[in-house]
C-alpha cells in the first residue's frame, strides 16, 4: 500500500499541530497526514514480512514439480536469521491459480510451516491472499487478508483486513483505491464502528478528509498548496 504522497510532501505532522488539533493554514492536510502514518504502520505491521519474502521469487524460475504445480524455491535474509521458501501454484479449472506458501528455519523449529495462502485470477487481475503467524501461542492463526482487483492500468483496489489484534486492531480494514492519479483511502475501524475516507490527486496534490472526530464529521478540503480550503 502506497501513501508516499503524504510521507514526502513538505508539510508534515507534528505534535504541536495535527496531533493536538491545532487550528493551522495546513490543518485539514496534516490532520490526513496524521491518520495516513497510522495507516501505513498497521500496513507495514502486516505486510512487511510478505513483500520481503515475495520479493525473492521474481529472481527465481519456477520448476514443475512432482504433482504437476508450479513451484519456486529460494531463501530469503530476515533480521538475523536465513529463511528457506517455498512456494506452489496450482492451475484451476476456473482460470484461477491457488497459491500456497511455506517457509523453513530449523533455529526456529520451521519445517515449511505454511506463511500464507490464497488464490488469483490467472493473469493476476484479482485474488486474494491470506496470511498465517508463524511463531508464539497463536501459531498458524490468521493474521490479515489481502485482496485486490486490477481493472486496468489506471484502476485498481487493494484491501487488507487485519484478522489478528496486534496493535488492537482486530477486525479493521483498510482499502486503497485508484483511478488514473486520484486515491482514496477508507479506514473502517471496527472496534469503533468509525469509517475514515481520504482522497487526495497526485497530479493536483488536492484533497479531501472525511472522519466523524475531525470538522464535525463534514469533509475538510486541501488545495495544491496544501491550504485549507472550501470544498
Do not use: H
Amino acid at each position: 500500500m502506497n501513501f508516499s504522497f503524504f510521507t514526502s510532501s513538505d508539510i508534515q505532522p507534528n505534535a504541536g499541530t495535527a496531533l493536538t488539533g491545532m487550528d493551522t493554514p495546513y490543518s485539514n492536510f496534516l490532520q490526513a497526514s496524521s491518520r495516513v502514518l497510522i495507516l501505513n504502520g498497521a500496513a507495514t505491521t502486516n505486510l512487511a514480512l510478505p513483500v520481503a519474502v515475495l520479493a525473492g521469487a521474481e529472481a527465481v524460475e519456477p520448476e514443475i514439480n512432482g504433482d504437476g504445480d508450479w513451484e519456486w524455491n529460494y531463501s530469503v535474509s530476515g533480521p538475523n536469521q536465513q529463511f528457506s521458501v517455498r512456494i506452489t501454484a496450482e492451475q484451476q479449472a476456473s482460470e484461477q491459480v491457488s497459491w500456497n506458501a511455506y517457509v523453513s528455519n530449523s533455529t526456529l523449529n520451521l519445517d515449511s510451516k505454511l506463511f500464507f495462502s490464497g488464490f488469483s485470477s490467472s493473469d493476476n487481475s484479482f485474488g486474494g491472499w491470506t496470511f498465517y503467524q508463524l511463531f508464539g501461542l497463536n501459531s498458524g492463526a490468521a493474521l490479515s487478508e489481502l485482496n485486490w482487483n486490477i481493472e486496468n492500468i489506471s484502476e485498481a483496489t487493494l484491501e487488507l483486513e487485519i484478522l489478528s489484534n496486534r496493535l488492537n486492531r482486530f477486525g479493521n480494514v483498510i482499502t486503497l483505491e485508484k483511478i488514473n492519479s486520484v486515491k482514496k483511502t477508507t479506514y473502517t475501524d471496527a472496534d469503533e464502528s468509525i469509517i475514515t475516507e481520504i482522497q487526495w490527486d497526485t497530479d493536483t496534490r488536492e484533497g479531501t478528509l472525511t472522519t466523524p472526530d475531525y470538522n464535525g464529521g463534514e469533509q475538510a478540503c486541501w488545495d495544491s498548496n496544501f491550504l485549507n480550503t472550501e470544498c
